[in-house]
């Protein structure tokens, strides 16, 4: 196994406290401890790369998703990074554009590249994946960019309804679109089951109920709280690995039932107090 180097300890620095001196460790030695020994390589080449090519535009870097959750499978799952930057510009975009291919080898997708006030303004629009993020996070460099994010249940329960409408349209036209190719259908189910979990999170949080972090468990809770089928997006959410031999009518009956189940999810929806 290759060796994990956490960085050299740092010695005090003449006319620095200690106190500063603690926050120059904390902003240049990725803290890596908290996070599972199979992605602690891939994220210290990633953190000594973007600080190469960031220099001090770069904030923090923050890891999120199934990485951090018993979601994750070393041969399929990838590792999925939140970078806040100091500005936007295109010599932070190609910096970070540069590292998409290095660290594909990795496993590493291309991070999400963020500034503070991006992240301020776009609650309104993004409380479904911020919600995510505060969930499932570990900040391995800098501050913490998610746990103090304030969101609105208004501007939740507006995007939960707009997506799960989005998501009954792709469905259909999905379908229609496939003309009976059995592969592209299964694999739009995939796509459903994944997204819905994240929803289902969101809906679950609306009603102040705690909120699994894994896929399955975030399914399986949701269908219990608002009495939902979800049990067709479970098992096409697990088809991504598994990848099992299904007939036609197996791949009908699964978009039936979940067409039936985000149908039912978005009466719900509507039915939420804003």
């Given at each position: ?5 956490e ?34 390589e ?6 000594e ?21 018993e ?7 990838d590792i ?16 970070v ?16 590249l ?13 409380g ?25 249940k ?7 309804e ?21 592969t ?33 468990a ?34 009908g009956?699964?978009?039936a ?18």
């Amino acid at each position: 196994m290759t060796e994990i180097r956490e960085g050299p300890p740092q010695e005090n620095i003449p006319g620095v406290s200690e106190e500063a001196a603690k926050k120059i460790e904390t902003r240049s030695i990725p803290r890596l401890e908290e996070v599972r020994l199979t992605i602690r390589e891939p994220l210290r080449l990633l953190v000594e790369r973007l600080q190469a090519g960031l220099g001090d535009n770069l904030q923090s870097v923050t890891v999120v998703g199934s990485s951090l959750t018993e979601d994750y499978r070393p041969a399929t799952s990838d590792i999925n990074t939140v970078v806040v930057v100091e500005r936007h510009d295109m010599m932070a975009l190609n910096a970070v554009a540069s590292l998409a291919r290095p660290m594909s080898r990795q496993k590493v997708t291309p991070p999400l590249l963020m500034t503070p006030s991006y992240i301020e303004r776009s609650r309104d629009v993004f409380g479904v994946e911020f919600l995510d993020f505060q969930l499932t996070h570990k900040t391995i460099l800098g501050d913490d960019p998610f746990a103090a994010l304030h969101i609105e249940k208004k501007d939740v329960r507006l995007q939960c309804e707009r997506e799960l409408k989005a998501t009954l349209v792709r469905l259909r036209q999905g379908y229609v679109t496939a003309a009976g190719d059995r592969t592209m259908i299964r694999d739009i189910l995939i796509s459903t089951g994944k997204g819905l979990a994240p929803l289902a999170r969101a809906m679950l949080w609306l009603r102040d109920v705690e909120r699994p972090k894994t896929m399955e468990a975030a399914l399986r809770r949701a269908g219990d709280e608002f009495q939902v089928d979800l049990n067709a997006a479970m098992a096409a959410e697990r088809w991504r690995y598994e990848r099992p031999r299904l007939t036609e009518a197996e791949v009908g009956r699964a978009l039936a039932a979940i067409l039936a189940a985000v149908d039912r999810l978005t009466t719900i929806i509507d039915e939420f107090e804003a």
